[in-house]
């Protein structure tokens, strides 16, 4: 890239940021049809930390470039560019494979059986398969390895709490018996 490439990196984080925001507006009213069949949300005590966290990865992005004078390195900012891409399509290939079952938040519907379709046919979690990608990969695209490793670290507990939350919640739901919960709501 030139040498406007900072600019160009900051282009790519605003346009994260406003998919992120379409997310919240797929959630909202994906909230409103899961309580409208019934659903109960679960842990809702870590849901703050997940929306500062994934805040505090965008301004990390956005800072820390210019911040500590990091360069584009062509070989790590192509790759870093192509898996963050990945991860935005796999985000939305579980958005639309779960439809008005996806959400920011945990909940589940009574009733539903988990869903088995897309992506969930090879992966338990992959909506977090892909937060854990672009969290690692977005930062480095323009070399901001401290707030990839910093978000990586915090992401992975947080993570922890996140799944052992959707999998008590999940207890009980159609399909579970005898394995690991793979999708929400």
């Not at 899961?34 to 990390?60: D, F, K, N, Q």
């Amino acid at each position: 890239m030139s040498t406007h490439t900072p600019t160009v990196f900051l282009v790519l984080v605003l346009l994260v940021a406003v998919e992120r925001l379409a997310e919240l507006v797929v959630a909202r009213r994906n909230t409103v049809w899961s309580r409208t069949h019934g659903g109960v949300e679960h842990g809702r005590g870590h849901y703050p930390a997940m929306v500062v966290l994934h805040t505090v990865l965008l301004a990390g992005c956005a800072v820390e470039p210019w911040a500590a004078d990091r360069p584009f390195v062509p070989v790590l900012g192509w790759t870093m560019l192509a898996l963050t891409a990945a991860a935005q399509a796999l985000r939305w290939w579980c958005i639309v494979t779960l439809g008005p079952r996806w959400n920011t938040r945990v909940i589940v519907v009574p009733g539903l059986p988990l869903v088995a379709s897309g992506p969930y046919r090879w992966l338990r979690h992959p909506n977090y398969a892909a937060v854990v990608l672009e969290g690692l990969a977005l930062p480095l695209v323009h070399t901001a390895w401290v707030t990839a490793l910093a978000f990586t670290v915090l992401n992975l507990a947080l993570l922890g709490v996140r799944i052992r939350c959707e999998e008590s919640a999940l207890t009980g739901v159609p399909g579970t018996a005898g394995r690991t919960a793979n999708a929400v709501r």
